[in-house]
């Protein structure tokens, strides 16, 4: 069944290939058969651990060489002479979808491919960018080693085709390729490899999805779909072709599975927006503009291993811990917020204000952990490290904000010099 599966797609890439204008001929095939031969002795005694991790790729099974995805043409920004051989050393999803363009065009799609709008750009809604925190606050070397290394960045060119060692390595999920493509797809399939049993493993998604403001992966790994994964993944089967991994391989979803596999009636995505129906990560959570379609997608996944009133109930209770999120905690504290502003209590400028810090991570750590510890079944994140912490946050906002009151009150003018020699 695999290997049937396997073959048709095979066939599938080589009828797409030879109907389109740059149909190849024989002689071409074998020409370039050649030069990828020549890559591969002379690469297996310079850096044998790339030539070892295609042998043991699907790529080199299916006779996918380096020469098929380095290869470049003279007119390609990046195109670089090497060994008498045009090549480039980015292989950006344009490339790869000369093969697979249903994938490419659903990750284009993605809110994936947008991780960099952020990149050094005004702040359209004002201060609650993170943006200025990264360049401005901290600064552009540490923006480069953080930030940029998850979002992705602006990959430059340098002399003769090399990348800048400013702009390279880069593999965040949405750099932005010379040819004007966005995205890298070894932020999931790593080369040489390219494996399609790594992009399903919890720790892939979880090298970008941790830590204080969007940590999916300790969410993950607390409820019951973690602990099971934790104990049983050595007897799973990772291996199947996309889009026929299902239950018969394993008894609890990763996070590929309820974001992107086909499962059941769900059909395969590589577009991790199109099962979403709240924003959780912004500010205040508002309703996607498909939510209900893409609500009705993620359930086809729950129904697999769950009833139909189960998925309804865990809805339910989701949404109520929303809007008591934006109800109670985001919009009392955000009026407060644009009234000190108003006031003059404090300056346009972000981030040189003590309440500044302090609002921020309010809603962009605890308020973010609560609402992703309530929607990926991870009890503790939404309380101790979410709800609880919020409603000590607020109540030491507002102690901050009456104390800048009382200040003005007694005649001390623009608080923020104050503050910070305080
Ligand atoms: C005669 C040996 C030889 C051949 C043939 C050869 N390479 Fe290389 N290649 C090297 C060496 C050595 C390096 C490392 C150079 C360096 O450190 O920048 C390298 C580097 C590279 C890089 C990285 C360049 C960079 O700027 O990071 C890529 C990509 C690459 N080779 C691909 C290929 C491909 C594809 C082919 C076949 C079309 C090929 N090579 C043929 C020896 C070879
Ligand atoms: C399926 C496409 C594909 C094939 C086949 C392929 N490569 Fe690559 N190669 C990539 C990608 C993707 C990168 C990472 C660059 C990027 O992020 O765009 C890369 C990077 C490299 C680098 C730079 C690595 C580094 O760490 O500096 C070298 C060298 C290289 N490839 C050589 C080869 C050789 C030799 C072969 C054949 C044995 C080969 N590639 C086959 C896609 C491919
Ligand atoms: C010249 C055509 C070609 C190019 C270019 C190409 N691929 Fe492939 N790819 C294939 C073929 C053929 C297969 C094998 C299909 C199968 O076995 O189902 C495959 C299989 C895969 C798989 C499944 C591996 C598995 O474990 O089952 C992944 C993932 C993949 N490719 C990713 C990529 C990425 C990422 C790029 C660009 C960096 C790329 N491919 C470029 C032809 C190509
Ligand atoms: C460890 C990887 C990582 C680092 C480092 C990182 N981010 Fe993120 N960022 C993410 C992930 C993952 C998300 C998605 C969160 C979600 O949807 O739950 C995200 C979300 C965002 C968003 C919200 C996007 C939206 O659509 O709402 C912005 C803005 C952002 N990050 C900016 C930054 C800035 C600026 C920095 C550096 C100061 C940074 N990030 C550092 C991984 C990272
Ligand atoms: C290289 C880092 C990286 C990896 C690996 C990664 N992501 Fe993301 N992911 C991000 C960033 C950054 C964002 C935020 C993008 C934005 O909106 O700016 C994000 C956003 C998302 C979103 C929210 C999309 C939306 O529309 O708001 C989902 C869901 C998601 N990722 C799932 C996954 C899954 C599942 C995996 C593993 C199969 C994964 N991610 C692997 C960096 C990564
Ligand atoms: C966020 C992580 C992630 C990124 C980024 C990603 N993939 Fe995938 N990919 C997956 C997952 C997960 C699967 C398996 C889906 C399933 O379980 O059915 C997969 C499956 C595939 C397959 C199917 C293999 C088969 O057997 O049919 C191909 C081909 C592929 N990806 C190519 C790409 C290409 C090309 C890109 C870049 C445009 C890309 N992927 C980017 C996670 C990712
Ligand atoms: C049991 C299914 C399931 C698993 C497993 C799962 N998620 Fe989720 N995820 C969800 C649901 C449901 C939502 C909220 C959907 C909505 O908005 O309707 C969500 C939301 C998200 C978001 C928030 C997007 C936003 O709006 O900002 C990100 C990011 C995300 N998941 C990433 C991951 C990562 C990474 C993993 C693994 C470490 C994972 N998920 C595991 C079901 C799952
Ligand atoms: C591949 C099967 C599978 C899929 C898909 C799946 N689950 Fe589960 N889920 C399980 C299993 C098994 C358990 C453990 C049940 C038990 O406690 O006996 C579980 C437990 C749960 C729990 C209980 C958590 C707790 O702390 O006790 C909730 C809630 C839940 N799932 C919701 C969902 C939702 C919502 C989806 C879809 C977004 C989903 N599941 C998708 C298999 C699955």
């Given at each position: 069944m695999m290997e049937r599966i396997r073959v048709l797609v095979f066939l599938g890439i080589f009828a797409a290939m030879s109907g389109s204008a740059a149909a190849q001929t024989a002689a071409d095939r074998a020409r370039e058969e050649k030069i990828a031969a020549k890559c591969v002795s002379c690469h297996a005694k310079e850096s044998p651990g790339i030539v070892n991790d295609w042998k043991a790729s699907q790529h080199a099974r299916a006779r996918v060489g380096c020469y098929d995805c380095h290869k470049a043409k003279?007119?390609?920004?990046?195109a670089q002479a090497h060994k008498d051989i045009l090549i480039s050393v980015v292989v950006s999803p344009k490339d790869c979808s000369r093969c697979h363009p249903k994938e490419e065009r659903e990750f284009s799609e993605s809110h994936h491919a947008k991780a960099t709008t952020f990149l050094r750009s005004e702040t359209p809604k004002g201060r609650i960018m993170d943006n200025v925190l990264g360049y401005k606050v901290e600064g552009a070397a540490a923006a480069r080693t953080g930030c940029e290394k998850c979002h992705g960045s602006k990959v430059e060119i340098g002399e003769n085709g090399t990348l800048t060692a400013a702009t390279w390595p880069n593999t965040g999920i949405g750099r932005i390729n010379p040819d004007g493509s966005k995205g890298a797809c070894t932020a999931c399939h790593t080369r040489h490899r390219f494996s399609v049993a790594e992009a399903r493993k919890p720790e892939t998604c979880g090298s970008c999805h941790l830590?204080?403001?969007?940590p999916q992966i300790e969410i993950y790994l607390e409820s019951k779909h973690g602990v099971i994964y934790t104990q049983e993944k050595d007897n799973?089967?990772?291996?199947?072709?996309g889009g026929h991994w299902d239950v018969q391989y394993y008894r609890a979803p990763t996070c590929a599975t309820c974001h992107m596999s086909g499962i059941g009636d769900a059909e395969v995505t590589h577009n991790v927006s199109s099962r979403l129906s709240w924003k959780l990560a912004p500010p205040r959570s508002e309703a996607r503009e498909n939510w209900k379609e893409n609500r009705e997608a993620m359930q086809k996944v729950c129904l697999n291993c769950h009833s139909v009133n189960w998925v309804k109930g865990f809805y339910q209770q989701g949404d109520d811990a929303i809007k008591l999120y934006n109800e109670k905690f985001f919009d009392p504290m955000n009026a407060e917020m644009e009234k000190l502003y108003e006031e003059g209590?404090?300056?346009?400028?972000?981030?040189?204000?003590?309440i500044e810090f302090k609002f921020f991570e309010y809603w962009h750590h605890e308020g973010r952990r609560a609402r992703m510890g309530v929607f990926m079944m991870g009890p503790d994140y939404a309380q101790w490290h979410g709800f609880y912490e919020l409603g000590r946050g607020k109540l030491e906002l507002l102690g901050m904000i009456r104390e800048l009151r009382e200040k003005k009150a007694n005649g001390h003018g623009s608080t923020s010099e104050e503050m910070r020699k305080k």
């Open positions: 003279k007119t390609d920004v990046d830590g204080p403001d969007h799973w089967n990772w291996e199947i072709a209590l404090l300056t346009k400028e972000q981030f040189d204000e003590e």
